[in-house]
């Protein structure tokens, strides 16, 4: 329904009075302590700055990031419910900076459900549509529509206190979308569910934004929800916007050693390495393992100019490979996950973890144990020791 353009946004929170004399006080008598989440200025506190994103049509986009990283401020700047201090926000084309919330044409549907204790599901659906003196049969025309749609329609007379909290977040969808905004803002709304549901309300929104013609924003910490909702993810960090691109490339491209690091479950495992160039081909070396990087990563690598170095190697846990020679490791824990075992090793003084199927394998592991494993040159990623980001994406 509508395209979104967020250019150079940048949120500051001004000091209270008094709070930067305190603050100057405090550095006098202390030493100073480096925030790791939020930047510091004379203005006050840097919540979201840099940040540009282009959002096409019914896209839908995922912000996510570790709490404190900016992804909910950054929501609520385009809801109007926080001021842009910096940048322009276009909603189809339309500067939305001065735009009063309820004449932006969204809607948002918050993590605590926000719905009115004393209404029926029905009377919390209709109630904007109220506010708007929709005609009645209009109004019921939308709200069994959304019902029907969100599979609450034998809900509609009862009252929230008789809801479960799926079916509560469900009537909060669906009092958002009986409205047909032109965008959906959607703020951690799964994050008060069991994993079940979750999982149940996840499948839930796919099938929504299917059958409703809307542009979608979702924050999450989740990076599940982020990979399996989103079109495109936007990873961010301290307020910066770290990585955009679908969930396939940020799973197989990312960008920094942060994005490796937070996208994928479990983590991706990362030891201190060599980057050895000789003429066009580049090898690893780790552990007394020695592995030449494919011809795609080789190519990227050479456009850059990048040179032998010590480096950061990452690789994922599934992309690990238990063989007779390799990197040697000593076993921890074996985790039996039904389809495989994740064995938590130590190798080269970092904890490890490697993934082994169980199909056709032996799979008695035992504490204290050696194995050894090794990967190939098409998932190794290579990033710089000093700038943290992956040599092979230098300049994307």
Not at 207 to 213: A, F, P, S, V
Not at 334 to 356: F, P
């Amino acid at each position: 329904m509508a395209t979104v353009q967020l250019k150079n946004i940048k949120k500051v929170y001004p000091f209270v009075s008094g709070e930067q004399k305190k603050k100057n006080k405090k550095k006098e008598d202390a030493p100073e302590k480096k925030n790791v989440n939020l930047q510091i200025t004379d203005q006050g506190v840097v919540a979201v700055q840099e940040f540009n994103l282009d959002i096409a049509d019914k896209e839908f986009i995922v912000l996510v990031g570790p709490s404190g990283c900016g992804k909910s401020t950054t929501l609520r700047m385009v809801a109007g419910l926080e001021e842009i201090s910096e940048g322009e926000l276009l909603i189809d084309g339309e500067r939305m900076n001065d735009v009063a919330p309820k004449d932006r044409d969204i809607a948002m549907v918050f993590q605590n459900y926000a719905l009115y204790p004393h209404m029926t599901v029905f009377e919390n659906m209709a109630f904007s549509l109220k506010l708007r003196k929709e005609p009645k049969d209009v109004i019921e025309k939308k709200v069994r529509e959304a019902a029907e749609i969100l599979d609450i329609t034998q809900y509609l007379e009862r009252k929230p206190k008789a809801l479960s909290g799926g079916q509560r977040q469900r009537v909060a969808i669906g009092r958002a979308i009986v409205r047909d905004p032109k965008v959906m803002l959607m703020d951690e709304p799964l994050s008060n569910l069991d994993a079940k549901l979750r999982n149940e309300m996840r499948a839930e929104i796919i099938k929504l934004r299917e059958r409703i013609n809307t542009t979608f924003i979702y924050v999450t910490h989740d990076q599940t929800e982020a990979m399996t909702l989103g079109d495109r993810i936007v990873i961010m960090r301290d307020g910066y916007i770290q990585q955009i691109g679908t969930p396939q490339e940020v799973f197989n491209n990312p960008a920094n050693l942060f994005v490796a690091g937070f996208i994928g479950m479990p983590v991706m495992n990362f030891f201190d390495a060599r980057l050895i160039r000789e003429g066009d081909k580049y090898f690893v070396e780790v552990g007394g393992l020695r592995v030449e990087l494919d011809e795609e990563k080789e190519a990227r690598l050479k456009a850059n100019g990048v040179q032998s170095q010590e480096v950061i190697l990452g690789v994922r846990p599934e992309h690990t490979d238990l063989a007779d020679s390799g990197v040697e490791a000593k076993i921890d824990v074996s985790e039996m996950m039904g389809s495989s075992v994740h064995l938590h090793v130590t190798a080269e003084d970092r904890d490890v973890i490697i993934i082994v199927p169980t199909a056709g394998v032996d799979t008695r592991f035992h504490m204290g144990d050696t194995v050894h494993f090794t990967f190939s040159g098409k998932v190794a990623h290579v990033f710089s020791k000093e700038t943290e980001k992956n040599l092979e994406w230098l300049h994307s």
